[in-house]
């Protein structure tokens, strides 16, 4: 699989900003999980938010969120796009970091996008 990350850049505290995880190589008619990953510096990785994903029609299932994030980021597939989407919201200091998109079916990780909260 091919995967990348767009839609990072510099948000104000208590703004939003939308990610989005482009994948290309999947089968059709399979489940798949992607997980949102992010770094900040000086950190270890952490997952923040994951999903499942049918290819071949739009269901989904299995959406989680790690406590730090629950009720201010949401992952979600976005089918026009073609990719699966993570939105920031409340943006916080704290959520800077660079973000990545990982598919655990097949040990895949994307460059990352870098995510910036700052006034």
């Known amino acids: 699989v091919h995967i990348v990350e767009s839609g990072g850049g510099l948000v104000q505290p208590g703004g939003s900003l939308r990610l989005s995880c482009a994948v290309s190589?999947?089968?059709?008619?399979?489940?798949?999980?992607v997980d949102w990953y992010r770094q900040a510096p000086g950190k270890e990785r952490e997952v923040v938010a994951g999903i499942d994903i049918y290819v071949g029609d739009t269901d989904t299932r299995a959406t989680t969120y790690a406590a730090s994030v629950k009720g201010h980021f949401t992952i979600f597939r976005d089918d026009i796009k073609n990719s699966i989407a993570l939105l920031l919201n409340s943006a916080l200091p704290n959520d800077t970091a660079v973000y990545y998109c990982y598919i655990p079916g097949h040990g895949a990780w994307g460059p990352g996008t870098q995510v910036t909260v700052s006034s």
């Open positions: 190589g999947f089968y059709p008619d399979s489940w798949y999980r």
